[in-house]
C-alpha cells in the first residue's frame, strides 16, 4: 500500500501563496502517477494537477498558471505551489497516487482563501 500525508494548508487572503506537501511512503518513482485533487464545501473531489508515466503534466484549467506542481524524488516529497489565490481555491486538498490498478490519496489539508 501508499501512504500519503499532505501538509501546508492553512489560512491565506486572496492573493497570496501558499505550498502544499506530500510525502510519500513509496519512491515517486515506482509510481503509475501523482498528484493533487482537492474537494471544495459541498462538492466532489476534483483533479488539479498531476504527473503521469510518460512525463505528461496535467493542470486543471481553473488552475493554468497559477499552480505548479514539482517533486523532490530524493525524499519522496511532492509539492503543490499555490499563486494569486482566489476563494473559489478553498477546498480540502489531497496528494493522489495510482500505484498499479489501485489509486490512494491521503487524509488532506484544509487552504482557506479568504479577506
Known amino acids: 500500500q501508499v501512504q500519503l500525508v499532505e501538509s501546508g494548508g492553512g489560512l491565506v487572503q486572496p492573493g497570496g501563496s501558499l505550498r502544499l506537501s506530500c510525502a510519500a511512503s513509496?519512491?515517486?518513482?515506482?509510481?503509475?502517477?501523482m498528484g493533487w485533487s482537492r474537494r471544495a464545501p459541498g462538492k466532489q473531489r476534483d483533479l488539479v494537477a498531476q504527473?503521469?508515466?510518460?512525463?505528461?503534466?496535467y493542470y486543471a484549467d481553473s488552475v493554468k498558471g497559477r499552480f505548479t506542481i514539482s517533486t523532490n524524488n530524493a525524499n519522496n516529497t511532492m509539492f503543490l505551489q499555490m499563486n494569486s489565490l482566489k476563494p473559489e481555491d478553498t477546498a480540502v486538498y489531497y496528494c493522489?497516487?495510482?500505484?498499479?490498478?489501485?489509486?490512494?490519496w491521503g487524509q488532506g489539508t484544509q487552504v482557506t482563501v479568504s479577506s
Open positions: 493522489t497516487a495510482l500505484q498499479g490498478w489501485t489509486n490512494y
Open positions: 504527473f503521469s508515466t510518460g512525463g505528461r503534466t
Open positions: 513509496e519512491k515517486i518513482g515506482s509510481l503509475n502517477a
